[in-house]
């Protein structure tokens, strides 16, 4: 009973002590939360315009205009060209570069 007392113990502490995850920020100000405009592209699977863009940490969800989702990982949370935003999508092994209107310069 004790070993376990002491495993749950643990699990807490190092759980409370865990970084909390960077909000996704361009110019110094945070973007996560806000749905924005902009596009998607792949050389492999082509261009889709009026996609509606969420950035979530590192995580970043595009809304294609035909309902599916995509979820992907940008390398770092600062977006320093939102024009140009790398993104890995796991599920189908695609880099994408994502363009996002509504963050102009």
Same mark, same amino acid.
């Given at each position: 009973? =004790?070993?376990? $007392?002491? %495993?749950?113990? #643990?699990? +807490?502490? $190092? ?13 110094? =100000? /945070?973007?996560? @939360?806000? &749905?924005?405009? @902009?596009?998607?592209?792949?050389? $492999?699977?082509? !261009?889709?315009?009026?996609? =509606? ?5 590192? !995580?970043?969800?595009? !809304?294609?205009? @035909?309902?599916? #989702? +995509?979820? @992907?990982?940008?390398?770092?949370? /600062? ?5 140009? +935003?790398? %993104?890995?999508?796991? !599920? =189908?092994?695609?880099? &994408? +570069? /994502?363009?996002?209107?509504? $963050?102009?310069?």
């Amino acid at each position: 009973m =004790r070993a376990a $007392l002491a %495993v749950a113990l #643990t699990s +807490i502490a $190092l759980t409370a002590h865990a970084p909390a995850a960077t909000p996704a920020s361009f110019e110094g =100000r /945070v973007i996560d @939360g806000p &749905w924005y405009n @902009g596009s998607i592209i792949n050389h $492999l699977a082509g !261009k889709f315009d009026d996609c =509606r863009i969420q950035f979530q940490s590192e !995580k970043l969800y595009v !809304k294609l205009p @035909g309902g599916a #989702t +995509i979820v @992907g990982f940008m390398d770092e949370e /600062v977006v320093v060209d939102p024009h140009e +935003i790398h %993104v890995y999508d796991p !599920k =189908r092994s695609l880099y &994408w +570069i /994502v363009d996002v209107a509504d $963050l102009a310069r």
